[in-house]
């Protein structure tokens, strides 16, 4: 389902917009259940399970190398076409249950576009 190379396209961090000039220093990679995510000089690397018999899909991450190293995220997802949405949960936090960063709901919304 995410397989490939992805663009950030929008975005908040905790509750603030990304900014659109910031935008273009994000990158992601998905190979199989592995991720690799890159801005500015910082790296996420990990692994993911995804949940699609959940409304909304499911996602676990755990990254092995960046700012969450060693923690489990819990978010949610929706795709549709070439772009997909993705939001998580401080780590410890229960999932969010709506794709927002606004009133401390979760801490990150991403919103990818495939590269072709």
Known sequence: MLQGNWTLVSGELEGAAIPEEE????????????????????????????????????????????????????????SSGDEFSICFAAPGEPRPTEFTTQNGKAIILHKWKRQH
């Open 23 to 78: 935008l273009a220093k994000y990158s992601l990679v998905i190979t199989g259940n592995q991720h690799h995510v890159k801005w500015s000089n910082s790296v996420l690397d990990g692994t993911h399970t995804i949940d699609e018999s959940r409304s909304p899909i499911a996602i676990d991450s755990i990254d092995s190398a960046g700012l969450f190293e060693g923690m489990r995220l819990e978010g949610i997802l929706e």
